[in-house]
């Protein structure tokens, strides 16, 4: 079945797999091919994912929807980030400054300069 | 003669270098409308599936949500206005501003007041110039727009408009779902002005309206084998619905941002293209005037020189 992981910004990942898996708002749910048409609202957490070629890749979505049919599985969220594409000191250190600002006070990010 | 002439050189130097200066403006904006467009196809796969999903909601439920039903009555209007951060683009913004200005100018005549909500510092100069409540304003992102300013101006939106909804059922007796505890004036419309960009040359000012909703669905009907599959709702269609539904308007505002960035680039690589062809011309006309005024200068002098050599002589001969 074909497997598209999209953000808002780009699409991520797109290609043939065999077996989904990825929490949604009623439980886990694990996709393989001939699945029932399903929309379905996700949880933020990760999405886990085998391709035909036996390989396997993660990512971590901030909630978002699935739909199936036809052998075709969208994984839409806002953002996302990938197994083989993320850093993990990268990943670290952002997390480290999302907490030291909601700790400070936890003001909106500031996007109102150039 | 001489002084004019100093003149005019100093005035060729600062053409030219005001020419440099446009000349690495336009091909800067030429370099980024590429970026913008691939940026804007980037976005293209998610609202593609998000618009299936939403219609394959609206086809096989008929759940009634706030964000897409008709107020009874509406008095109040919220605009979002995309202009640029910076200038030099032409007439960009004020393109968009007066396009906002109609809009505003008609809901006004319906008897409805107008809420502005602005996105660029452009407008907000305008506004806060002409000393105009504005509601909410974004600035810094106008040339590359990111998802998160989209979905911060996708939220205020869905805040004052659910604001404005709750409101009046409050007032027809039934019970308001929360939404309290916002400052922003409930409106029961919002409507969105921003430039499409329909080619290098073609950017126009458009007003769309963005709530309530009205689903459109995707450009080619689906034909008889490709309807819609059946879809199983998790945990229900009202909860799906609820939650694509914000989403929805969040990746139009985003895709509103993404074409007016391309907009505002085309526009500004135009005017300083222009701004460049006219430094060419400008620089042109002096070189010609300091060319003809240092031809003047030599003339004089020489003909000065003669005069002197001929009286020379006719003092010489009349001596002799």
Request: glycine share 6%; aromatic share 6%; charged share 25%.
């Amino acid at each position: 079945m074909n497997v598209a992981l999209v953000a808002a910004d780009r699409m991520l990942w797109s290609g043939q797999a065999t077996v989904v898996n990825t929490r949604t708002l009623a439980g886990d749910i694990g996709i393989m091919a001939n699945h029932t048409p399903i929309l379905s609202v996700l949880e933020p957490g990760k999405v886990d994912v085998r391709t035909v070629d036996d390989g396997h890749w993660v990512a971590a979505i901030d909630g978002g929807f699935i739909s199936v049919a036809k052998n075709q599985v969208s994984i839409l969220c806002d953002r996302a980030e990938i197994s083989h594409e993320s850093d993990f000191e990268e990943a670290k250190r952002k997390l480290d400054e999302a907490v030291a600002k909601e700790s400070g006070g936890g003001a909106r990010p500031d996007n109102r300069q150039g | 003669m001489a002084v004019s002439l100093r003149e005019y050189r100093a005035r060729i130097r600062s053409v030219e270098s005001t020419k440099k200066i446009t000349r690495a403006m336009e091909l800067i904006a030429a370099s980024r409308i590429i970026k913008a467009q691939q940026r804007a196809q980037a976005a293209a796969p998610y609202a593609r599936e998000l618009t299936r999903a939403v219609s394959a909601v609206a086809t096989y439920s008929n759940v009634e949500h706030p964000l897409t039903t008709e107020p009874q009555e509406s008095n109040r209007a919220a605009i979002l206005v995309v202009t640029s951060d910076r200038g030099l683009a032409g007439a960009y913004s004020s393109s968009a501003v007066k396009e906002a200005e109609q809009l505003a100018e008609k809901l006004r005549g319906e008897g409805k007041e107008v809420d502005l909500y602005v996105s660029g510092r452009k407008g907000v100069a305008y506004y806060s110039f002409r000393r105009r409540e504005i509601q909410d304003s974004w600035t810094g992102h106008s040339d590359q727009p990111t998802y998160e300013v989209a979905r911060e101006m996708g939220e205020a939106l869905i805040d004052a408009f659910i604001a404005g909804t709750d409101a009046q059922r409050a007032e027809r007796g039934e019970r308001g779902e929360g939404g309290g505890g916002t400052q922003r004036p409930p409106v029961q419309e919002v409507h969105m002005v921003y430039t499409r960009f329909r080619s290098m040359l073609v950017q126009e000012p458009t007003a769309v309206r963005l709530l309530p909703l009205e689903i459109v669905e995707s450009e080619e009907r689906p034909t008889e084998d490709d309807v819609l599959p059946l879809f199983e709702f998790e945990p229900g269609p009202a909860e799906v619905l609820d939650a694509l539904l914000p989403k929805y308007v969040q990746s139009r505002v985003y895709f509103a941002l993404l074409q007016a960035a391309a907009s505002e680039l085309a526009a500004r690589q135009r005017a300083m293209k222009s701004a460049t062809d006219n430094a060419e011309e400008l620089i042109k006309k002096y070189t010609r005037i300091a060319n003809q005024a240092r031809q003047a200068g030599i003339t004089q002098e020489i003909s000065e020189i003669v005069g002197g050599v001929n009286a020379l002589a006719d003092a010489n001969a009349a001596n002799e």
